[in-house]
Structure formats: C-alpha cells, structure tokens
C-alpha cells in the first residue's frame, strides 16, 4: 500500500473542505452519483509548505489530486541543479501515467505553499474506468493538453536570449494567476526568483536584471518579490518577435 494513503487519516467523504473531485478534468464528464462513488474511494492529506509530496523514483500506486493549494514537480539535472517541470494548482493531479503504466514518477512533487491532497488508487481507478468508459476520454483529452504544454516549453527553452524567456513565463502566469486592473495585468508569481530562474533555465540573477531592465524601460511595475504589474501585456509579448 502507498505511503500516502497509510499516512492519510481521513476520507473524502468526511473531509470537511470542497469535494476535489468534482474538480478534476478527468472526472469532468461524471454525474453526482459517480461523483459520490469517487469520494468514498478516496483519502485525505495535508502537506506544509516546503514538505515533499512524493520522490522521484516512487511507484505511487494511485493518483494525487490537488484540493487546494499549489505544487511544483521537479527532478534534477545531470550537475545536480533543480529544474522545475510543473506548477499544479486546484484540481490538477499527479501520477496519471502510474495509473495506466505502472510505470514509476519521473519527477518528484513539493508543496509550495500549505497544500491539502486527495488519494485514489490505482485498482480503484481501474474499477471506476471499467464502470465509467468516458474517464478514459477525459484522461485522454488532459494528456493532450499537458503534451501541448509541454511543447510550449520545449520551444520556450530553445528561446536562446533570457529575456524571451522571462517575457514567456510572465505570459504563462499571466494567464493562470493574473488580475486586470486600471493599470494593467497584476500577476502574482507562484515562484520564488531563485524557483522561477529553475523553471526557466536561467540564473537567479539574470532575471532580477531583466525585470529591473524592464521596470527601468517603463514596461512593468516590481511590486514586493512576488507581484509584477505589467502595464501592456499584449505589447509585452510581441517583443519576443
């Protein structure tokens, strides 16, 4: 049995917090009543800031589904430097390709902030497939937009000049945790600098010179460490052209 779920102490059933089911892209064609099937399957945990969800390496015998809360995969490079993968947020999951190849997480997963998790696992799944045909749709349909981005960064990383690269994370975050103000879009970075430079491929230091380069060029407005007020996004992008 998974580490995970022995260390689980509650049900999702009688967890108090919003059923995460109901959440997920790959349950997103399921009825109430499979809904409540899922919930009964499934177990609860919480993670602090900073505690490691799951290692690299790990069979994790089910599927980790994000309640609430945010997360980073990641694995290390040859040299021993971290390189971020994913941010995961509300509703996102880890573990679909041990679900239907057994095969072991490439990746390890961290919480980034307090982080309440959900466990399913692999033979009840398997069950829940065989009852509701259309999960396999919808875990098809996910894949294929987790391929797309992954091909999205694969191009972003072939961006030879940093600031390209900044320029596409800062259009990344925009679209998932940017706010539209009077002055512009607000974008509250998920990353620390030093976890956004592992994202990106760059040096922390080279993207505090090229967000401070363009805050001197009028571009964007620095607010703290973790918010950036870009005054003209669209603008902003076509610099990478």
């Given at each position: ?42 177990t609860q ?35 021993g430097?971290?390189r ?38 692999r ?6 497939m ?14 294929c ?5 992954l ?32 002055s ?58």
């Amino acid at each position: 049995m998974s580490e995970l779920v022995t260390k689980a102490t509650i049900s999702c059933q009688d967890c108090t917090h919003s059923l995460c089911v109901g959440r997920v892209p790959i349950f997103s064609s399921l009825g109430q009543e499979a809904l409540d099937q899922i919930a009964a399957l499934v177990t609860q945990r919480d993670f602090a800031k900073g505690e490691l969800i799951v290692p690299e390496g790990r069979d994790l015998g089910g599927l980790i589904i994000i309640n609430s809360g945010r997360v980073k995969t990641f694995r290390y490079t040859s040299d021993g430097r971290e390189r971020i993968l994913q941010i995961l947020t509300d509703g996102d999951f880890v573990g679909e390709k041990n679900l239907l190849t057994r095969q072991r997480l490439t990746y390890s997963a961290e919480a980034l902030v307090d982080t309440k998790t959900c466990f399913i696992s692999r033979e009840a799944f398997h069950r829940l497939m065989r009852e509701y045909p259309d999960i396999i749709f919808d875990i098809t349909s996910e894949l294929c937009r987790r391929l797309e981005r992954l091909e999205g960064m694969i191009q972003q990383l072939g961006l030879g000049e940093a600031t390209q690269r900044v320029i596409a994370v800062l259009w990344e975050f925009a679209q998932q945790y940017g706010e539209q103000t009077d002055s512009g879009t607000l974008i509250s970075l998920p990353l620390s600098r030093e976890d956004l430079a592992n994202y990106i491929g760059v040096t922390r230091e080279t993207i505090s010179r090229k967000l401070n380069q363009m805050q001197a060029e009028g571009i964007l407005r620095l607010i703290g460490n973790r918010k950036v007020l870009v005054y003209d996004l669209d603008s902003l992008v076509t610099r990478q052209h």
